[in-house]
């Protein structure tokens, strides 16, 4: 019994599943020029269809949907079923074999998809058989529709850009078009622009598209924008914008052929038909000559654009071992998501916890705006009378060409005695010295007391305690020495900074993976990666490129395969950090090699 039923149980979920698939209709094979109908079914309330792509044919009309509703009543027990369907009417533009991508929607709240399916388009009937295979059926009274096409000057795109000669970091905004004299049903991006040696930020993300009209050689057209992004140049030299793939539905008069008979006094525009026809479209390419910065000064951080740099701390009068806050704001307009924090010597009694970045960003028509900002939490050691330094912030504006520097206020703290209670690190060499001049705390009990001289053996303990001392002596020795060789080692101090700075930064990027921000995701394994070959092989931020990086690395004889590994791994977070909807499997991927190459480079 317990095996019937749950071959019963299995039938029903079979039976089930069944009844929930995207069934297709369409023939195999067609001639060209021929119209034809593509139909989807699925046994279910349906909602949120979503067609295939058609490319290499004409949709000339769908899709259209059908419901169908069925009631039975059996031995008193009524049962009601719906189903759905979504019907287009196709024509073959040209001859080969095509495969058409699934169809999906949601039934149940489940969402399911449609077998892919392919046809074979064969070459033209002759005019007589065609006419016989169309008959009077979709049009009427024998009289055939002129086969519909779009002249290329009646609907384009186009990608212009503000500024072809930018410098390294600077912001350009690359806006897209579509230019029409038909009108226009809907449209499909297909494929986004390769941008390879730029950052990119989406500046039409949650905005509709804003119609406008135009003239063009000598034609009035409706104008389109679909998109509109900001780049900045992360390499020099010759840099190329691929184009953006699209398609559109546009509809269109029916034109209808002379055939002498009397269906030929309908020939009025009053009477003629309209149709959907789908047409590819892509926009045309960009080239970008990019500038190299002028060489930087020392406190350049990578900023480019206009900024003003403002501090600010919660309180100026605290007890030792007490924590403030020291916040530096970099506002204004230009590449906000790629600024570095500063490295800012605080007074040396000041123990400093890394930085807590901040991002309030516009994204505009105009570009990327708004402020970033970084907090240090500081924590004075010792009481005393302290100044928290003044801030050059340098960065380049590109409109004069030059560096310029925005200054920050300094900021006077009074640090009071503390509370030992509160102390969050280890005692410090002034306060032994406060504790010494003290006076030492009165003993309650005294403990056993023996005349001197009336042992002369050293017990077992004391044998113990006298080794733990000498071990533990010989350790902190040689800790002090290594401390003073990695401190004298100022590039493996640097880099060691960096490695513990791109660990950081890979736990984030591992975060925003798993909570499925591409953009943050991207951005901390770039930063990552580029800021460990920086402190690696000592080259300058202004200065850093991939050609940069490739000759240091042949400079210093790296193994092939290593260099393999690190270019490689370069071009695919670049490459990567342009291509949206990526799978969590290839963004796994390239936060696994990013790990290895930054490992490699220990």
């Known amino acids: 019994m317990k095996k019937i039923l749950s071959l019963l149980i299995i039938m029903i979920f079979t039976l089930q599943a069944l009844a929930q698939t995207l069934q297709v209709k369409a023939p195999s094979s067609i001639s060209a020029g021929s119209s034809f109908q593509v139909e989807f079914e699925v046994a279910g309330q349906a909602s949120d269809f979503r067609g295939p792509s058609f490319k290499g044919f004409s949709v000339r009309s769908g899709p259209q949907m059908g419901r169908s509703y069925s009631r039975s009543n059996i031995n008193g027990k009524v049962t009601s079923s719906f189903s759905y369907s979504f019907g287009y009417i196709i024509q073959a533009d040209q001859e080969g074999t095509f495969t058409i991508g699934p169809a999906s929607c949601v039934v149940d709240g489940k969402k399911i998809q449609s077998k892919s399916f392919t046809i074979k388009v064969t070459k033209a009937e002759p005019r007589n058989q065609q006419q ?30 503000s500024n072809s000669h930018p410098y390294k970091g ?25 941008n390879s040696g730029f950052w990119s930020e989406d500046l039409s993300e949650g905005k509709q598209v804003r119609i406008t009209q135009e003239s063009r050689n000598g034609r009035n057209y409706q104008v389109a924008e679909i998109r509109r992004g900001a780049l900045f140049a992360q390499q020099t030299g010759r840099l190329n914008i691929a184009p953006l793939d699209l398609q559109v539905l546009a509809v269109v008069p029916v034109q209808r052929r002379r055939t002498g008979t009397i269906w030929d006094l ?119 009378n302290y100044t928290l330094p003044a801030i050059d912030y340098v960065y380049f504006n590109p409109k004069s060409g030059q560096y310029v520097t925005s200054t ?121 990666l580029w800021g460990c070959l920086s402190d690696k092989y000592a080259i300058e931020l202004s200065q850093l490129s991939r050609e940069t990086v490739h000759d240091r690395l042949v400079e210093k004889g790296i193994p092939n395969d290593k260099l393999q590994l690190v270019m490689q791994t370069l071009d695919d977070v670049d490459q990567a950090r342009f291509a949206p909807g990526d799978s969590s499997t290839k963004k796994q991927t390239i936060y696994d090699r990013t790990l290895q190459t930054i490992a490699s480079l220990v």
Do not use: C
Not at 148 to 155: F, G, P, Q, Y
Not at 420 to 437: G, H, P, W, Y
């Open 132 to 161: 016989q295979h169309r008959g009077s059926g979709y049009y009427g009274g024998g009289q055939e529709q002129q086969p519909t096409s779009i002249d290329n000057n009646s609907l384009f795109a186009t990608a212009s850009i």
């Open 170 to 194: 600077e912001e350009v905004i690359v806006t897209y078009k579509i230019y029409t004299q038909v009108s226009l049903q809907q449209y499909q991006i297909d494929k986004l622009p390769g």
């Open 266 to 384: 309908f020939d009025d525009p009053f009477f003629n038909q309209s149709q959907a026809v789908q047409k590819d479209l892509r926009s045309n390419a960009i080239t970008v000559n990019v500038k190299p910065l002028p060489d930087a000064p020392d406190n350049f951080y990578g900023g480019v654009g206009q900024f003003q740099a403002k501090a600010a701390v919660d309180n100026t009068e605290i007890k030792a071992n007490e924590a403030i806050t020291y916040r530096l704001t970099i506002s204004g307009h230009g590449n906000l998501s790629l600024l570095e924090a500063p490295d800012i010597q605080f007074p040396k009694v000041f123990e400093v916890y890394e930085p807590k970045v901040t991002d309030n960003i516009n994204r505009g028509d105009n570009g990327i705006s708004g402020s970033r900002t970084f907090e240090w939490v500081l924590i004075p050691q010792t009481q005393g």
């Open 408 to 528: 920050t206020q300094p900021f006077d703290i009074k640090v009071a005695k503390g509370d030992a209670s509160n102390r969050t690190v280890s005692t410090s060499k002034s306060d032994v010295k406060q504790l010494n001049s003290d006076i030492n705390h009165i003993q309650p009990r005294i403990g056993n007391l023996r005349p001197m001289g009336a042992s002369k053996h050293i017990s077992l303990l004391q044998w113990i305690l006298l080794a733990l001392i000498l071990i533990t002596t010989i350790v902190l020795v040689l800790l002090g020495r290594r401390h003073q060789a990695l401190e004298s080692d100022i590039q493996g101090s640097k880099m060691r900074h960096a490695m513990k700075l791109a660990q950081k930064r890979l736990r984030n990027a591992q975060q925003y993976l798993a909570d499925g921000n591409d953009n943050k995701f991207y951005e901390e394994i770039y930063k990552a």
